[in-house]
């Protein structure tokens, strides 16, 4: 079954960026597809967007584009979520997950405090 | 986008007693090939969400039996049958028929 390891917390200044990474352990789920979902503090989950970890195809909610940026390396079968121009809006609680959000990561808690 | 509204925000029940959570959404989830893509998933604090419930009624792998879904287009329910004390925490539902996919605020369950 596929493991998704996430980085460690994050605190930010307001302006700056933050890039997590987000590891598929194995292959063996139906696609190959990963989404990116935030909660931020005592709010339900918002979806950010969605990247193919074989293709390279991507999409993201219209809200983040020009702020999120979605990467990949095939050859450690790890994600990426760079996120700029931080905002305090933007503590939250930053998760991975599989097609149809089957299985989880454990979470990176992104702080944005000056 | 899809705007999914639980209700209601907070659940109060007793062990071994019903619970329905309540989610519709402001366009219907019914995609031309005729799946309906609605999930529900718990939360217990400190801890990542876990999936319950697909396609509106099936349920995934290691998921009690106590747990049941149900409703069409823009009306979907979950239910427990008789909530036990693990079962406490925030429900979500999501749907992902459409671009953007779009979570629920939440159902709060407490004994």
């Known amino acids: 079954q596929v493991q998704l390891e996430q980085s460690g917390a994050e605190m930010k200044n307001p302006g700056a960026s933050v890039k997590i990474s987000c590891k598929a352990s194995t292959y063996t789920f139906s696609t190959d597809f990963f989404h990116w979902v935030r909660q931020a503090p005592g709010q339900g989950p918002e979806w950010m967007g969605v990247m193919n970890l074989d293709t390279g195809e991507k999409r993201s909610a219209q809200k983040f584009q020009g702020r999120v940026t979605l990467a990949r390396d095939t050859s450690t079968r790890t994600l990426y979520l760079e996120v700029s121009s931080l905002t305090s809006d933007d503590t939250a609680l930053y998760y991975c997950t599989t097609d149809y959000a089957v299985i989880w990561g454990q979470g990176t808690m992104v702080t944005v405090s000056s | 986008d899809v705007v999914m509204t639980q209700s209601p925000l907070s659940l109060p029940v007793t062990l071994g007693q019903p619970a329905s959570f309540s989610c519709r959404s402001s366009?219907?989830?019914?995609?031309?090939?005729?799946?309906?893509?609605l999930s529900w998933f718990h939360q217990r604090p400190g801890q990542s969400p876990r999936r319950l419930i697909y396609e509106v009624s099936r349920r995934d792998s290691g998921v009690p039996d106590r747990f049941s879904g149900s409703g069409s287009d823009t009306d979907f329910t979950l239910t427990i049958s008789r909530v036990e004390a693990e079962d406490v925490g925030f429900y979500y539902c999501?749907?992902?028929?459409?671009?953007?996919?779009?979570f629920g605020q939440g159902t709060k369950l407490e004994i």
């Open positions: 366009q219907s989830l019914l995609y031309t090939d005729g799946v309906t893509s």
């Open positions: 999501l749907q992902y028929t459409r671009w953007p996919y779009t």
